[in-house]
């Protein structure tokens, strides 16, 4: 009796050691959650557009060509690019051959760029120049994001994701002249930014919970404005001569990124 109580035991520990082992090889890497972290190339552009008013009585700029000189080289297209690396969180659900889920993720995004000229001589103002500078800058990246996917086979899903993004953006620009009233403006103005992000992929399961990806985001933060004025800075006496000096910038990325993903599966 007790020998085969014994074996009977045995026999029921291996068929629930069987079922463990069974259940860990056949976990859908594609109905759970996961952790992971990625690494990658941003190419970013900003669109710079300078106001420096309009001809008025009190305004610094003393002609049309002159204000259309200094918004001209204070505006146009900087392109940059960068390392960008971060952690990512999300979810996947499994529909047949669907996959539903989100990510969310975090990662450094260091853009920079900016327009600008240096002693460029006054068009109505012969022998007197001027040095204008418009740039901009971020530091990370933020998205949250929903993810629709269809398995081409059972460990190679492509991918469609878009969702929420979110930057710091600074933005500023700069003035001086060596003209007779002696010119001077600027200002900065750091925001954080919300924008959206759109894109797509495919990630491979490599099993025993581990997968690998590869992605493309596009991202819009919209715009940011840094605003000040141009003023002369002679005399107290010329201190009502003044204008605006108003730059816009929308700054929109493409970002490459490659990633690895641990899954705890369902």
Request: glycine letters at 12%; one cysteine or more.
């Amino acid at each position: 009796m007790a020998g085969r109580i014994y074996a009977t035991s045995r026999t029921g520990l291996a068929l629930a050691l069987g079922l463990m082992v069974s259940t860990a090889a056949f976990a859908d890497p594609w109905d759970g959650y996961y952790i992971g972290a990625f690494a990658g190339g941003a190419w970013g552009q900003a669109d710079f557009n300078t106001d420096a008013g309009a001809t008025t009585p009190t305004s610094y700029f003393s002609s049309d060509a002159n204000i259309a000189s200094v918004a001209r080289d204070s505006s146009g297209k900087a392109n940059s690019r960068s390392f960008t690396g971060g952690i990512q969180l999300g979810a996947t659900r499994r529909f047949d051959r669907f996959v539903a889920g989100a990510d969310v993720d975090f990662s450094a995004l260091d853009l920079s760029g900016g327009r600008g000229a240096a002693n460029i001589a006054y068009p109505s103002d012969p022998g007197w120049n001027y040095n204008v500078r418009t740039s901009y800058s971020t530091d990370w990246l933020f998205t949250a994001r929903g993810r629709v996917g269809w398995l081409a086979s059972e460990n190679l899903m492509f991918f469609a994701t878009g969702g929420l993004a979110v930057s710091d953006v600074k933005v500023w620009n700069s003035f001086s002249d060596t003209g007779p009233q002696i010119g001077r403006g600027g200002s900065s103005n750091r925001e954080t930014k919300a924008g959206y992000t759109i894109g797509g992929g495919l990630e491979l399961a490599l099993g025993k919970s581990w997968s690998v990806k590869g992605e493309y985001l596009y991202v819009d933060l919209g715009h940011a404005t840094a605003a000040s004025t141009v003023d002369c800075t002679v005399i107290p006496a010329c201190s009502i001569i003044s204008s605006p000096f108003k730059t816009s910038s929308d700054i929109t990325a493409n970002i490459a990124r490659v990633g690895i993903n641990y899954s705890f599966s369902d």
